[in-house]
């Protein structure tokens, strides 16, 4: 920790009144230091940090940190605000303030040492220590763990202890009669607990939802808690033997708990990191709770969703998104591979390759038409799991593995009756369900061992066989038809609204939930092509391209507006906006949203309008740019693509421009070099 804190990394009386300020006046101490090589570029990193998970925390804590291809070398710098900051803790703002910054490759040890400060900061001593403070060098040290200078006294020699006293009368007295010596009660047996904490860093919320478990089991008296911290600073596996003896777990975690199935059969509690951090003597009582009440997960490891993130007050529709973006996101790698591959298919071959031949029967090696046929029919093979993932991924999302087969059953029972995208939601959601009904049911330790092999897939595929096959599926198949009668229905008006519509889902969120959703809703139609659902495919592609393309444009134009990063980035998202890659706009919205997206969305619903307007057409579900020969009427869908840019451009470039130049010196300085010691700083802040 010496080399990571000294006294020029603090501040005793920061004066910033926002985190954003706060953030840059820290980090330009790291500057001042040769911490940090670029200001913004650093700035921005903490941002997005910020974005994923506020890092304020009980107690008047604020955390701000990231990992950074801008910073050297692993560097701390703290501040004290006298007013507070809002770092969007439960209980208000922060007085202390710690702004962590790792190299993007920084190595285990330096992470360790960071780990042990998030620690330190579970310690109420070591925190009204640093309040009552009032010299940085001290302060510095203090966060080190540096010991005390030794004072005077503690060089002198020690007075020698005082002889114990004996009163008088106890000389008269009669010795007590003694009781028989009796072997002493063997102590209680303590409730045990493993627990797992994890964050999407891996550098603060992990460890300090470690010791705040850690702690609240000490203080507890008949708990004790055994944490593993799957943060930056390594991974430590939990001895086999201390998960078979635990009484119950507790995962608190943001991102997916590694080798989940070790702790199977168990009572578990699983709630975001900061729920650990912030409430761990509750979490403690619930899963005692749990175990009085028998509970436990009936041979998996948790009936929550795999890819959780957040705190356990998730509302249903939260939930819901989360098992639906599950189901999406393993979706995605097949439509990407399926659907090119028929494109390429096409794209060689000509429409007419989808009539031909079987290549297992028939296939020249000297002909094209053979090849592309190849293409197109591998493509088709890849394609067809298209529903059967998204429904098998959903019941992954909401019940782990248990939830594969009958979501993989369900799915391609959707197929089977032409139930088609909505089939498959439907199907991974009933299919969850009924896992995580089976799941609740406490069933004999003897039967745990075959539960999740045998006895839920078993039960669990009948259900969803019969509710599917005789239910729900021809209902579902029925609305399938009807959306897509509607779809090549549309025309004039209707077309240019669901175009503005879809324009305006791709653009919000940059690659988010509601990008995924009109992403998703246009590969579906792709199972079975009609000409409304290829209109609408080509709307989702073109709208999805304007954002990092706009952004590329503007970083050209006007590029004094932006930060040297930003500049980088720009060229960058040229290819990637080219590319369909709508996440390159992610950096430069985490700087500065508020223009960004608005500015993303105005561009992306005019080429939604725009593509469905001039009736074009898309096959392949991917691609970009490099599948204009497969889109119908190109040079228009082209137009709709560059009139969308330079809405978008326009709208950044005077959003940017309106906004007040800050003291440091305005925006004619952003992407300068950083400002060095005893320098003003020339970069505004980004909103």
């Known amino acids: 920790m010496s080399e990571m804190i000294t006294a020029d990394l603090v501040d005793l ?104 400060l998030a620690r330190q900061l579970m310690d109420e001593d070591f925190k009204a220590a640093l309040r009552t403070a009032t010299d940085a060098g001290a302060t510095a040290a203090l966060i ?55 964050c999407p860093t891996g550098i603060a919320h992990t460890y300090m939802a470690a010791e705040s478990l850690e702690k609240a089991g000490r ?55 900061k729920a650990g951090i912030n409430r761990p003597a509750e979490l403690i009582g619930e899963v005692r709770e749990k175990a009085a009440r028998g509970e436990t997960t009936s041979g998996t490891a948790s009936a929550t969703p795999v890819d959780r993130a957040g705190d356990a007050g998730d509302g249903y529709g939260t939930k819901l998104r989360k098992w639906l ?53 591998v493509g088709s093979v890849a394609f067809a799991f298209l529903v059967p993932v998204l429904a098998g991924f959903i019941a992954y999302g909401m019940a782990d593995r248990p939830g594969l087969v009958p979501g993989f059953v369900g799915g391609s029972i ?4 032409n139930a088609g995208f909505l089939g498959g939601l439907a199907a991974g959601l009933i299919a969850g369900g009924v896992v995580m009904a089976i799941q609740k049911v406490n069933v004999p330790p003897v039967l745990r061992g075959i539960m999740p092999v045998v006895v839920i897939p078993l039960i669990s595929s ?19 038809r009807a959306l897509t009668d509607w779809l090549n229905s549309l025309s004039g008006a209707n077309a240019i609204i669901l175009g503005i519509i879809l324009g305006l889902m791709m653009c919000f969120d940059l690659g988010g939930p509601l990008n995924k959703v009109a992403y998703a809703f246009a590969v579906g139609g792709l199972a ?43 060229k960058a998202a040229w290819v990637l906006g080219a590319s369909f890659i709508t996440e390159g706009a992610i950096p430069f919205a985490a700087a500065d949203p508020l223009r ?3 500015a993303s969305m105005a561009g992306g619903a005019v080429t939604g309008a725009l593509s469905m307007a001039f009736g074009c057409t898309l096959r392949a579900p991917h691609g970009g740019i490099f599948v204009v020969p497969l889109i119908g009427n190109p040079f228009l869908y082209l137009i709709a693509i560059a009139a969308g840019v330079c809405v978008s451009t326009a709208l950044v470039v005077i959003l940017k421009g309106m906004r007040k130049p800050a003291p440091e010196g305005g925006a004619d300085g952003a992407g300068d070099a950083p400002a060095q010691k005893g320098e003003e700083p020339k970069i505004p802040v980004a909103a």
Not at 155 to 167: D, G, H, S
Not at 247 to 269: L, Q, Y
Request: charged residues 20%; proline residues 9%.
């Open 219 to 273: 203080d507890a008296g008949d708990v004790e808690v055994l944490v593993e911290t799957q943060g930056s600073a390594g991974f430590t596996r939990l001895a086999p033997e201390a998960i078979a003896g635990a009484d119950g777990v507790i995962f608190a975690h943001d991102v997916p708990v590694r080798e989940k199935d070790r702790f199977a059969g168990k009572p578990t509690v699983d709630v975001g990191v």
């Open 13 to 116: 009386d920061l004066s910033a009144s926002t985190k954003e300020a706060a953030a840059r006046a820290l980090a330009e101490r790291m500057i001042a230091q040769g911490r940090v090589t670029d200001l913004d570029g650093f700035l921005a990193d903490v941002a997005a940090r910020e974005a994923q998970m506020p890092t304020g925390l009980d107690g008047g804590i604020g955390i701000p940190h990231c990992r950074s291809e801008h910073v050297t070398e692993p560097t701390l710098a703290f501040g004290r605000s006298a007013d507070g900051i809002d770092f969007g803790a439960p209980d208000g703002p922060a007085d202390l303030i710690f702004l962590i910054a790792a190299p993007a490759g920084a190595d285990d040890a330096h992470l360790t040492i960071l780990s042990s």
């Open 144 to 198: 080190r763990g540096d010991e005390p200078e030794p004072t005077p006294e503690s060089t002198t020699e020690p007075k020698p202890r005082p002889e114990p006293t004996t009163e008088p009368e106890s000389t008269t007295e009669p010795e007590p009669t003694r009781e028989p010596e009796t072997a002493p009660a063997a102590p209680a047996a303590k409730f045990k607990i493993v627990a797992v904490t994890s």
């Open 414 to 417: 959707a197929l089977t009756i």
């Open 596 to 598: 960004v997206i608005p």
């Open 528 to 570: 079975n092509p009609t000409e409304g659902s290829l209109k609408v495919m080509a709307a989702v592609m073109a709208a999805g391209m304007v954002p990092p393309l706009a952004m590329a444009l503007a970083t050209t134009v006007r590029g004094r507006l932006f930060t040297k990063t930003e500049r980088e980035n720009g």
């Open 325 to 377: 973006m599950s189901g999406v996101s393993y979706m995605v790698p097949f439509v990407a591979a399926g659907g090119l591959l028929i494109a390429l298919g096409f794209a060689i071959g000509g429409y007419t390759i989808n009539k031909a031949p079987s290549v297992a029967e028939h296939f020249v090696w000297t002909q094209t038409d053979s090849w592309a046929a190849l293409l197109f029919q």
């Open 462 to 480: 009948a259900v969803v066989g019969f509710l599917m096959f005789l239910v729900i599926g021809k209902p579902i198949a029925s609305l399938q």
